[in-house]
């Protein structure tokens, strides 16, 4: 009997073990294969977005990060990215680090850097905006003025 017992415990233990093995092949998710697509934006009116296109630039080499968006005022910047799901844990330093990053190139603008999702699509919104030339300056420097002012009482919450 204990026999039996013995042969049935081995058995399900194979199936439970050869049962849940991974036989999906292993991706790479290495981002130095992936490439962030950056999308420059110009505009023919006179907003100047080239030190947003500069930022994209300069964060886009970064591993950790999967899609920037970013749109710049006379005196302002604001950047939102994405960072890699798996990195994610790591959010409060990669974001402390890409913002000095950030600020030493931009100094002479007042710079804002987000990792928040709803942002992200808010200034993928306002870039359509800008290079379709559906904006005009002085509602840009509005838009720009409420997602900073969205992202400072952002800081102020705990959890970032």
């Known amino acids: 009997m204990k026999k039996i017992y ?3 415990f081995i058995i399900i233990t194979c199936f439970i073990l050869f049962g849940c093995q991974n036989n999906s092949p ?9 490439k962030v ?4 934006i110009s505009s023919s009116q006179m ?12 964060l886009k080499k970064h591993n950790e990060v999967t899609g920037i968006k ?10 939102a990215v994405e960072i ?7 959010l409060k330093k990669i974001k402390k680090e890409l913002t000095k990053e950030v600020k030493k190139h931009f100094k002479d603008f007042h710079v804002e850097l987000t990792v928040d999702k709803k ?14 030339d559906k904006i005009e300056p002085t509602k840009l420097n509005k838009e720009i ?16």
């Open 6 to 8: 013995k042969t049935i």
């Open 26 to 34: 292993v991706k790479n998710t290495n981002n130095h294969d992936q």
């Open 84 to 90: 890699e799901h798996n990195k994610r844990f790591q």
């Open 70 to 79: 970013a749109a710049n005022t006379d005196k302002d910047l604001i950047i």
């Open 47 to 58: 907003i100047d977005q080239e030190p947003s296109n500069e930022a994209k630039e300069i």
């Open 145 to 160: 003025d409420l997602y900073l002012a969205s992202v400072k009482c952002m800081k102020r919450q705990p959890f970032l």
């Open 37 to 40: 697509e950056v999308k420059n």
């Open 119 to 132: 942002i992200f699509l808010e200034l993928d919104e306002l870039e359509k905006k800008i290079e379709s």
